[in-house]
């Protein structure tokens, strides 16, 4: 299975991106999405999941207010809507999927499938 990302580019400070993540070949119903970044020097981080068994949408701090995921299940893609960008955003963007639905879903070593990255870069 590989993920598709794609939405990023070069945007200013308070301005906004969509990120797209395709899933084709995925039973994407029985998966949870999440996007995770990585900053030149910096360990990847939880950016933002969405669990297939519950409701739960967790947020990291830095971005909670700001970004919002989403699904759309009949295209196999999941979203993530970032407003208010920040030069701190900047960073490769990743999504992930993974049969997890709990409280792991913040740690990337719980995701089996990765996508490619794009870059999102916010100019001050």
């Known amino acids: 299975v590989q993920l598709q990302a794609s939405g990023g580019g070069l945007v200013q400070a308070g301005g906004s991106l969509r990120l797209s993540c395709a899933a084709p070949?995925?039973?994407?119903?029985?998966?949870?999405m999440a996007w995770f970044r990585q900053a030149p020097g910096k360990e990847r981080e939880f950016v933002a999941a969405m669990s297939w068994r519950s409701p739960i949408t967790p947020y990291a701090d830095s971005v909670r207010g700001r970004f919002t995921i989403s699904r759309d299940s009949a295209k196999n893609t999941v979203y993530l809507q970032m407003n208010s960008l920040k030069p701190e955003d900047t960073a490769v963007y990743y999504c992930?999927?993974?049969?997890?639905?709990?409280?792991?879903?913040?740690?990337?070593?719980?995701?089996?499938?990765w996508g490619q990255g794009t870059q999102v870069t916010v100019s001050s």
């Open positions: 992930a999927a993974t049969r997890s639905s709990g409280s792991t879903l913040s740690r990337p070593s719980a995701y089996d499938y």
């Open positions: 070949g995925l039973t994407f119903s029985r998966y949870s």
